[in-house]
């Protein structure tokens, strides 16, 4: 990344170095590249690893989504070479997570400070999604309920409670759907599809009040199609939102 090409004086701070190395981990995960994935993730971690102290909630934050990342990559990169989720992936992913949730866990225990609320908005629902991702299905409820209630402070957008919404919509989906594969399905389960659907019409009315750019409701569309199982509409909706974002993009003056 071309920060990493400033000197120490150069005006970039740590925390830059480590954004700007953890997104083209993103990237690069994203193309297939898993190596450098993993490579840039790696580098980002460690950069803040002897940060000044008083910058210690900042660089515990931007860790834990590090290693949110890193728990992701390990099943993606598992899926990509393998066909499949191996128990060796697994295992590893597990650990990155529960480091991920460790974490987390520091900066929902400090003192309440500057950009706290956000902060721990963000660790609850990080948690939230490892949770879900590992079928705890009711520690991940539990996380997302935490987080709706910190969402209800003023500082919190309606954009930020619909996310929290249409991941609560996921995790009844997932939870749906796992459960068919197990057990017969029941009245019980079927309440989760009911759920699933009410929340995500929650989201989308949450998004469709904050947004502002008409191409943005194409993206939240997607993403609440995609959480539902729909992943033609989603795909269509998402090739929407890209077209209207290049158009937007190239009818602005350069000047």
């Known amino acids: 990344p071309h920060l990493m090409a400033q000197s120490e004086g150069g005006g970039f701070n740590q925390f830059e170095k480590a954004d700007a190395l953890a997104e083209h981990g993103k990237v690069c ?5 898993y190596n450098d994935s993993q490579k840039y993730y790696d580098e980002a971690f460690l950069i803040l690893k002897d940060y000044p102290q008083e910058d210690d909630l900042r660089r515990i934050d931007v860790q834990a989504r590090i290693r949110f ?33 460790k974490l987390c866990q ?19 629902l990080l948690m939230a999604i490892e949770y879900g ?3 705890q299905w009711d520690d991940a409820q539990k996380h997302l309920e935490l987080t709706r209630k910190i969402g209800q402070n003023d500082k919190f957008s309606e954009v930020d409670i619909g996310t929290i919404f ?30 699933a659907q009410i929340q995500t019409s929650i989201a989308w009315q949450k998004l469709h009040e904050a947004s502002n750019k008409r191409a943005n409701l194409y ?31 190239s ?5």
């Open 219 to 249: 993206l939240f569309r997607a993403h609440i199609s995609y959480f539902l199982g729909d992943t033609h509409k989603a795909i269509n909706l998402a090739i929407v939102y890209l077209i209207m974002h290049v158009k937007n993009i």
């Open 69 to 101: 990342e890193q728990a992701d990559l390990t099943l993606i990169r598992s899926i990509g070479e393998q066909k499949a989720v191996t128990k060796e992936a697994r295992r590893d992913s597990i650990d990155k997570w529960n480091e991920s949730s």
């Open 106 to 124: 520091e900066i929902i225990d400090a003192k309440p400070g500057n950009l706290y609320l956000l902060r721990k908005y963000r660790c609850y």
């Open 166 to 195: 249409m991941w609560m919509g996921k995790l009844h989906f997932d939870r749906y759907i796992d459960n068919c594969s197990t057990i017969a399905h029941d009245e019980q389960n079927g309440q989760n599809l009911i759920k």
């Open 29 to 33: 995960k994203r193309l297939g590249k």
């Open 251 to 255: 009818g602005r003056s350069c000047c």
């Open 133 to 135: 991702k590992l079928k």
